[in-house]
């Protein structure tokens, strides 16, 4: 819209670095965990350059910056550029956990370039199968199926509330009167594409069961890469508890099948690309709110 655009990156700035701390923290750590398949956190500090977590500072800062840049343009360009890099981050870290997820093979090449080359491939993933990095998926089954499905809704619901003026002039102002149809379909056509791919890769995890422990067994000091120091004390009191206890199916009823979950989510992912890519020829959403 030119330079009367007024972005305002300090909402920005204050959503990411706040709210959504803990979805943007640590993405180079999580990647070397379960990219590269570094043992331990301890192994991490030790072979990593830098342990402090740059990419969510980078992003809080180049917001910051585009708060103090002096012309709109500038300021918008800027702008971009932190939340293109969020985005990145964001996906990085839900890549990350659905390469675990989904127990993919770790990088082995650890030659020139080796933590950029696993952020990329982490980035792509994120990008590809976001809802399979999250927390809720890795019990598989049918509640990760409905889980694939309540994120991905709760991800359109956002998208499309975007979509309106009123929401649009809290974060950018001006941007109400940009030409977003481009941004519409290529969105739209993502969250069909990614969400059908999430439904699809959600039959290669591997449904967790309850292992009951045998203390009397159990030597002294167990091997275990989730200790800070690579062992852990089984004698010690360690209760097993039921992964599937508290994620039961609550959206479909136990008769459906996951082959019926899945040609609904099928239908759900046309459903919702289509209103998102119809955004771009018509101006409901503004009819809605009376504009």
Not at 45 to 65: C, E, G, H, N, Y
Request: charge should be negative.
């Amino acid at each position: 819209t030119g330079d009367d655009v007024g972005v305002r990156p300090a909402y920005l700035s204050l959503i990411l670095g706040l709210v959504l701390q803990e979805e943007i923290s640590l993405s180079w750590l999580n990647v070397s965990l379960l990219v590269r398949g570094t043992p331990t956190v301890g192994a991490y500090a030790v072979l990593a350059q830098f342990t402090s977590d740059w990419p969510r500072k980078l992003v809080v800062f180049i917001l910051a910056m585009a708060g103090a840049a002096g012309t709109s343009k500038t300021q918008k360009d800027i702008t971009l550029i932190g939340v293109g890099i969020a985005c990145c981050i964001l996906a990085a870290n839900l890549g990350s956990r659905a390469w675990k997820t989904l127990k993919l093979k770790t990088l082995k090449y650890d030659g020139l370039g080796a933590p950029i080359l696993a952020y990329i491939l982490a980035i792509v993933a994120g990008f590809s199968v976001p809802y399979v990095g999250y927390r809720e998926i890795d019990i598989g089954g049918k509640v990760a199926l409905e889980n694939i499905l309540r994120s991905a809704v709760l991800v359109a619901l956002f998208f499309v509330m975007s979509d309106f003026d009123v929401f649009q002039e809290f974060i950018l102002v001006g941007s109400e009167a940009c030409n977003q149809n481009t941004v519409n379909i290529c969105v739209g056509i993502w969250y069909t594409i990614s969400l059908l791919a999430s439904i699809y890769v959600h039959r290669y995890i591997t449904p967790k069961v309850l292992k009951p422990i045998n203390h009397d067994a159990d030597p002294y000091l167990i091997e275990s890469h989730q200790s800070p120091v690579g062992y852990l004390v089984p004698n010690l009191p360690n209760f097993p508890l039921d992964p599937d206890l508290n994620n039961k199916p609550k959206i479909f009823p136990s008769l459906c099948t996951e082959s019926t979950i899945q040609i609904a989510g099928g239908i759900l992912a046309f459903l919702i690309g289509g209103v998102i890519i119809s955004l771009s020829f018509t101006d409901a959403d503004n009819e809605i709110m009376g504009n």
